[in-house]
């Protein structure tokens, strides 16, 4: 079973820069995760989508951060204009919620996108 | 709301003696908790999860641990440290009820591991 794909693994951009990052979720998996790490932190949720539909994107900063997943399959996620505070490494999940007991609330992850913001 | 505090931001044993790495979590429901770890440049694997079955959970690599309801604790152990186990452990609970919730993460334990 192939896992979860993100690109690009790593990118450098100027401040005020706009970029994208690009999720294929496990094939079949309905919900699909971002998450933000930063350097030396736990990841945190930035959105939530189930199929196509915004699930919670309450962590999200809104006037700087878009997502979308369209047909709900690949997702991807915009900065525009990015930050310093947006260096992080990014990182995309899937599950699948009707998954059975052994795979409950399991989630998936990629290998992540690495953001420097200089 | 869901939290966990892992004890300890770094953790260094010598190879061949026992791991033991803390975490407490706060949670409104019956929770769903996870280990995972990372490796530098990796991405996060699942070591381990608790849906409330067995309360002694045996994951991937010779790692367990041990859900304490009375503790509110999931500690993580391992008998016998190997120099591959050194990474970044994450000790996570479900954000919710349903099978379909966000994962809350701690801020990580760094593990070290000393020839």
């Known amino acids: 079973e192939a896992g979860v794909a993100q690109s690009p693994r790593y990118k450098i951009i100027e401040k005020r820069q706009s970029v994208a990052f690009w999720c294929n979720p496990i094939s079949g998996h309905a919900t699909l995760y971002w998450y933000q790490q930063i350097l030396g932190q736990g990841p945190k949720l930035l959105i939530q989508?189930?199929?196509?539909?915004?699930?919670?994107d309450s962590q999200l900063p809104k006037d700087r951060f878009s997502a979308e997943r369209l047909k709900g399959v690949d997702s991807t996620l915009k900065i525009q204009p990015a930050k310093l505070e947006d260096s992080a490494v990014y990182l995309c999940a899937s599950s699948d919620p009707t998954g059975t007991k052994s795979s409950y609330n399991e989630q998936f992850f990629g290998p992540g996108t690495r953001l420097t913001v200089l | 709301a869901q939290s966990v505090t892992q004890l300890d931001s770094h953790v260094s044993v010598s190879e061949g003696t026992p791991v033991l790495l803390r975490c407490n979590y706060s949670s409104s429901y019956s929770p769903s908790l996870f280990w995972y770890v990372q490796h530098p440049n990796k991405g996060l694997q699942l070591l381990l999860k608790y849906t409330s079955a067995a309360t002694l959970v045996k994951g991937i690599n010779g790692f367990e641990a041990e859900f304490k309801k009375s503790e509110t604790s999931f500690h993580l152990t391992k008998p016998s440290a190997h120099m591959s186990d050194a990474a970044e452990y994450f000790c996570?609970?479900?954000?919710?009820?349903?099978?379909?919730?966000?994962?809350?993460f701690g801020k990580g334990t760094r593990l070290s591991v000393i020839a």
């Open positions: 989508f189930q199929n196509n539909g915004v699930v919670d």
């Open positions: 996570v609970v479900s954000g919710g009820d349903s099978g379909n919730t966000p994962l809350v």
